[in-house]
């Protein structure tokens, strides 16, 4: 066993440092030399910048992942597509594979078309129709305008507020049912 020696540390290291040790081992030597251990297999030193290390190994553990899939991707171009296709083949289904494997190629040709036709594939409409559809629209927004200036808001003293139209059932039965026609 070796000698022991002595180190004089300040009072709240020494509470500090036997609370850690407990954690991690039963001794203060063993403790001392796993923390130092940490420090040089990893090669950190406590007065370096930390992150700046990890992202240089986060750097290397990307770096060898690309490596692995570039591996997986030259291991299936060259022997795994290969053999499967001679197993297809083998099997009489290689037609098959073939067809579905090959895209399609599709010419697309300019086509004349008429000025309806292109509004259509747009989803224009005619400035007849659209002034048309302005007119109905002007003609139903007054149409609700009125409607809504039939409707009061009544306080009671008692109890929570409502709202009443001043109109006969007819009138509100018409308006629905022209909404429900022109939709």
Do not use: C
């Amino acid at each position: 066993m070796d000698g022991f020696g002595t180190i004089r540390l300040h009072h709240r290291t020494i509470k500090r440092f036997r609370r850690f040790s407990r954690k991690i081992t039963k001794s203060y030597s063993e403790t001392l030399e796993s923390v130092m251990d940490f420090f040089e297999w990893h090669g950190i030193s406590p007065s370096s910048k930390f992150p700046k290390r990890v992202d240089e190994d986060g750097e290397k553990t990307r770096k060898r992942i690309n490596a692995l899939i570039a591996i997986v991707r030259d291991i299936e171009k060259t022997q795994t597509l290969p053999t499967n296709t001679m197993l297809l083949a083998l099997f009489g289904q290689h037609e098959i594979v073939k067809k579905r494997r090959e895209p399609k190629r599709v010419e697309k040709k300019f086509q004349k078309m008429t000025k309806e036709e292109w509004n259509k594939l747009e989803g224009m409409i005619p400035k007849e129709r659209l002034s048309q559809l302005e007119e109905k629209y002007k003609g139903e927004k007054e149409e609700v305008l009125q409607f809504l200036s039939k409707v009061k808001l009544v306080k009671p003293r008692f109890g929570n507020s409502y709202w009443t139209i001043d109109t006969n059932a007819t009138e509100l039965g018409l308006l629905k049912k022209r909404m429900r026609k022109d939709y």
